[in-house]
């Protein structure tokens, strides 16, 4: 018989310290994590993360741009070691990666045409009328939603990225695009054929506004427990908000701290 040893995996916390170094991966959903015009990868996400890294002992940071959907997997495979967008923590995401601690509360929206030629209402709307095809993130939470609210399967486009999103609603593809709420404000605001909307009322079930966070390989644990220590005493100083001010984030998506 030949036994094969395989060599043990080296610790990311250890690794990443030493050589002062880690990688990211993100999918371009502005304000949380885009590429501005100078080339720096940016948004609320990537910025955090910066400061929670340098606490840790890493001062740089490398970053891999993925379709959202593809994240995960190549996450578990090694292609980077966190994730940093913001990523809603669900069930089915906690079966096959870890999360850090919520740094955000976000609520939902939809992106449409200026003035709104549909008169749409939000996720319920969209889903419940035959002439409406909204637009999701592939892999996004989104998509759940609107099949929640009965949205049929050929009334749900699903599209690799925020670019292509908007081009759908643009050219009239999809009559809207089921996002963040911070996402189709800033949407929005970067392009005046476009209006935001929230997804639901106050008085709607799935109304409120859901935790994001970071996302790591479960075997990774020990990297992770330092960041959430890290990320935990960050948040908790005047700099975080300053941090995440300049994208849309304000005190009122600041996670109860725990």
Do not use: C
């Not at 913001?86 to 089915?92: A, C, K, R």
């Not at 955000?104 to 095809?133: F, Q, W």
């Not at 009239?172 to 911070?182: H, K, N």
């Amino acid at each position: 018989f030949i036994f094969i040893i395989q060599p043990a995996r080296e610790d990311l916390l250890e690794h990443s310290r030493h050589e002062g170094t880690v990688r990211l991966g993100y999918s371009p959903e502005p304000p949380f994590s885009y590429v501005d015009q100078n080339g720096r990868v940016t948004g609320a996400w990537p910025e955090v993360a910066r400061k929670v890294l340098e606490r840790m002992g890493i001062p740089r940071t490398e970053w891999v741009q993925r379709e959202f959907g593809l994240l995960l997997d190549e996450l578990n495979e090694g292609r980077f070691d966190i994730v940093s967008m913001g990523m809603y923590v669900t069930p089915e995401r906690e079966k096959i990666v870890a999360f850090s601690v919520p740094t955000a509360l976000i609520p939902e929206g939809l992106l449409v045409p200026r003035g709104n030629p549909l008169s749409l209402k939000g996720y319920a709307d969209a889903a419940g009328r035959t002439n409406v095809v909204t637009a999701v993130l592939d892999g996004a939470v989104e998509d759940a939603l609107l099949r929640r609210w009965a949205a049929l399967p050929e009334r749900i486009l699903r599209v690799p990225d925020v670019l292509s999103g908007v081009a759908a609603v643009k050219a009239g593809r999809a009559a809207a695009l089921a996002l963040t709420l911070p996402t189709v404000f800033f949407l929005a605001h970067s392009d005046e054929t476009l209006e935001a909307l929230p997804a639901f009322s106050s008085s709607e079930a799935g109304a409120g506004a859901e935790p994001a966070a970071y996302a790591f390989r479960k075997e990774d644990r020990r990297f992770r427990e330092a960041f959430d220590r890290a990320l935990k005493e960050f948040m908790a100083t005047p700099e975080y908000l300053e941090t995440i001010r300049p994208f849309g984030f304000d005190e009122t998506m600041r996670p109860p701290a725990k």
